[in-house]
């Protein structure tokens, strides 16, 4: 099946640093997402990638989709106590007009200040 | 605007006993997918819904079922608790395609079911 490789699975950074997540896949898809996870919440997104190659920033978010639709990056600016959390890649394909998402296994960040 | 609403928040079960977990969303939203995430890991489809009546599997459905009857509405049974069924589960729904993109998945904010 699908699988997306998602790294580092934990990071422990200061306040202000900034911060690099990557997630790859065997398979290729229509729509590149991440999202973040509190604890006790579900998902919420953060950035949506459409096009191979695109870039988008959210605020002190930036996400690339990469150039084979295998793979994108997360990064984190100027990172705030708020940033803590769980952050997921997903891989979405479009199946009978529904939107089949694969996750990766998330990378868990936790800021000291 | 409640978005996606999932009850209970936590649940115990004992081995062999049944539940439906409840999903309701009020976007009126076509969409609808339920969803496990154990512990460490990434969430994976149990089954999806493309509109009232319709239902279809995802990546992990056994153990599971679920019913469609109206828009609103997507409830999730375990018929037979087995303890790999110990998990959080997430509900989700969203809208059709709008000029070409698909749209984002809301997540409700899970029930937390323990099956001793």
């Known amino acids: 099946g699908q699988q997306l490789n998602q790294s580092p699975q934990s990071m422990f950074i200061q306040e202000g640093e900034d911060v690099s997540m990557n997630c790859t896949s065997s398979?290729?898809?229509?729509?590149w997402l991440w999202y973040k996870q509190d604890p006790g919440e579900g998902p919420v997104l953060l950035i949506a990638?459409?096009?191979?190659?695109e870039l988008t920033s959210n605020g002190r978010l930036t996400a690339q989709f990469g150039i084979t639709r295998k793979d994108s990056f997360l990064n984190i600016s100027a990172s705030i106590p708020s940033d803590v959390g769980i952050y997921f890649c997903?891989?979405?394909?479009?199946?009978?007009?529904?939107?089949?998402?694969?996750f990766g296994q998330g990378t868990r960040l936790t800021i000291n200040p | 605007n409640a978005g996606v609403t999932q009850t209970p928040k936590f649940r115990i079960l004992k081995i062999g006993q049944s539940m439906t977990l409840q999903c309701t969303q009020d976007?009126?939203?076509?969409?609808m997918y339920w969803y496990r995430q154990d512990p460490g890991m990434g969430l994976k489809l149990i089954y999806y819904?493309?509109?009232?009546?319709?239902?279809d599997k995802g990546e992990v459905p056994n153990g599971y079922n679920v019913s469609r009857s109206t828009t609103e509405d997507f409830p999730l049974r375990l018929e037979l608790a087995a303890p790999s069924q110990t998990s959080v589960y997430f509900c989700?729904?969203?809208?059709?395609?709008?000029?070409?993109?698909?749209?984002?998945?809301?997540f409700g904010d899970g029930t937390r079911l323990s099956i001793l």
């Open positions: 819904s493309v509109g009232a009546g319709i239902t």
């Open positions: 997903a891989g979405q394909d479009n199946i009978q007009g529904a939107q089949k998402l694969v």
């Open positions: 990638l459409y096009k191979a190659g």
């Open positions: 398979s290729i898809f229509n729509t």
């Open positions: 976007m009126n939203h076509n969409y």
């Open positions: 989700a729904s969203s809208q059709a395609l709008i000029q070409g993109r698909d749209q984002p998945q809301h």
